[in-house]
């Protein structure tokens, strides 16, 4: 890795990526990798999971990085996929559509301009306004609306959903959609970020009354501890829904939940799955989060005016944890792996994919490495 010229270290690092893409284009041009590796290789599974976009999204980062037509024909490929999943509501019981519809047929359509990308993504922003609450304001994380055991959990993650709802009133869709977005916002940012910034993974709300009920976690260490990703998808979440609405309460949000983050990074900058935990060997790093918080750190130093002097600071910790993470982090040193990112957790509690490459790691990675070297604008 050079160190010694920034932007060649960034360079170098991207090509790597699409070193590793172009290792699986053809498996994964009809498939799709699962959410995350096993013994450092993902598999190839169909258009099932809530992580398939983040393949598609790579491709598509692929393609304005480098203008290659293969990646462009692989992503546009995809899209009837996506098109009869909406259309035949296969595994779309999830906010996670948000995650599904952005990085395939909104970035599509961004790029391209098909008209059947936006149609598709429409559709999907109608199936998750189905998961409104008007009463709670929220938008339920999955399972089914009327199961007294799953109903009003909305989750942190699902900031990064809320982007199709914005976009498709924008786009001509129903104006309830960004209201929607707004109202769940405004709600994630009272019962799910505690007085300290630290997050909740998960939040219940009585859906009849609208009254808050309990924080828990679903994939943290504890139901009061900080699991390390949704904290990082709260830096990147809150701005997004700024970029839509120009809520600046939102901006600084974002800062406090970055700074509480990166006080608990340890020293080769790559944090733990949980942020309760700072050292030691027995606790698994999660390079994913730290992928997503580069990301998010990235969009804050963007939409900080030049006179903040948290501009640079910001700006400097995610290049930071990009360096760390092309220095340390990546599976060069595994030949067999089709991966990007070693050393991610995706659940660990339940004991999936731990210590392994995640596809969301990859993808935010690449985001992160293609917003240093390009003027990228954002699939979100």
């Known amino acids: 890795m050079n160190t010694t010229n920034p932007l060649a270290m960034y360079q170098q690092a991207a090509e790597y990526v699409l070193q590793q893409i172009d290792k699986s284009l053809d498996l994964f041009t009809d498939n799709y990798p699962g959410p995350s590796s096993e013994n450092g290789v993902y598999p190839a599974?169909?258009?099932?999971?809530?992580?398939?976009?983040?393949?598609?999204?790579?491709?598509?980062?692929?393609?304005?990085?480098?203008g290659d037509p293969k990646y462009r024909q692989a992503a546009e490929h995809q899209l009837a996929s996506y098109k009869q999943r909406i259309e035949e509501q296969i595994q779309t019981d999830t906010h996670d559509l948000g995650f599904l519809?952005?990085?395939?047929?909104?970035?599509?359509?961004?790029?391209t301009g098909n008209p059947l990308a936006r149609a598709t993504a429409l559709q999907a922003a109608e199936l998750l306004a189905g998961r409104?609450?008007?009463?709670?304001?929220?938008?339920?994380?999955?399972?089914?609306?009327?199961?007294?055991?799953?109903?009003?959990?909305?989750?942190?993650?699902?900031?990064?959903?809320?982007p199709l709802l914005y976009w498709a009133t924008e786009t001509g869709g129903d104006p309830r959609y960004a209201e929607y977005a707004r109202t769940h916002v405004a709600q994630a940012a009272r019962y799910?970020?505690?007085?300290?910034?630290?997050?909740?993974?998960?939040y219940y709300m009585d859906v009849e009354t609208g009254a808050p009920r309990y924080g828990n976690t679903h994939q943290g260490y504890a139901d009061d501890?900080?699991?390390a990703r949704g904290q990082a998808w709260?830096?990147?979440?809150?701005?997004?829904?700024?970029?839509?609405?120009?809520?600046?309460?939102?901006v600084e949000l974002s800062k406090e939940l970055a700074r509480y983050f990166l006080a608990r990074t340890p020293a080769d900058g790559v944090v733990y799955w949980d942020l309760i935990f700072t050292g030691g060997t027995e606790q698994e790093?999660?390079?994913?989060?730290?992928?997503?918080?580069?990301?998010?750190?990235?969009?804050?130093?963007?939409q900080l005016p030049v006179s903040d002097p948290d501009k640079a600071l910001f700006r400097s910790e995610a290049l930071a944890i990009l360096q760390a993470l092309a220095a340390a982090y990546t599976t060069g040193d595994q030949p067999e792996s089709n991966g990007v990112l070693k050393h991610g957790v995706y659940n660990k509690p339940r004991g999936m994919g731990i210590d392994e490459c995640t596809i969301w790691g990859d993808y935010y990675y690449f985001e992160g490495l293609v917003r240093v070297l390009t003027k990228h604008r954002l699939y979100w």
Not at 45 to 66: P, V
Not at 101 to 111: G, H, K, M, Q, T
Not at 285 to 302: F, I, M, N, Q, T
Request: aromatic share 16%; with cysteine; net charge negative.
């Open 101 to 111: 519809y952005s990085l395939s047929a909104v970035a599509e359509f961004r790029i």
């Open 132 to 162: 409104y609450f008007s009463q709670a304001g929220i938008i339920q994380a999955w399972g089914d609306l009327s199961d007294p055991e799953q109903c009003g959990r909305m989750i942190i993650d699902c900031l990064l959903n809320l």
């Open 285 to 302: 790093k999660d390079s994913s989060a730290s992928a997503v918080a580069a990301c998010g750190l990235l969009e804050l130093a963007d």
């Open 192 to 202: 799910l970020v505690r007085p300290d910034y630290s997050t909740y993974h998960t």
């Open 225 to 227: 501890s900080c699991w």
């Open 45 to 66: 599974i169909g258009n099932i999971e809530w992580t398939s976009s983040f393949w598609t999204g790579m491709l598509w980062l692929a393609y304005e990085l480098t």
């Open 234 to 250: 709260g830096i990147y979440g809150f701005l997004l829904s700024y970029k839509y609405t120009g809520d600046a309460s939102l």
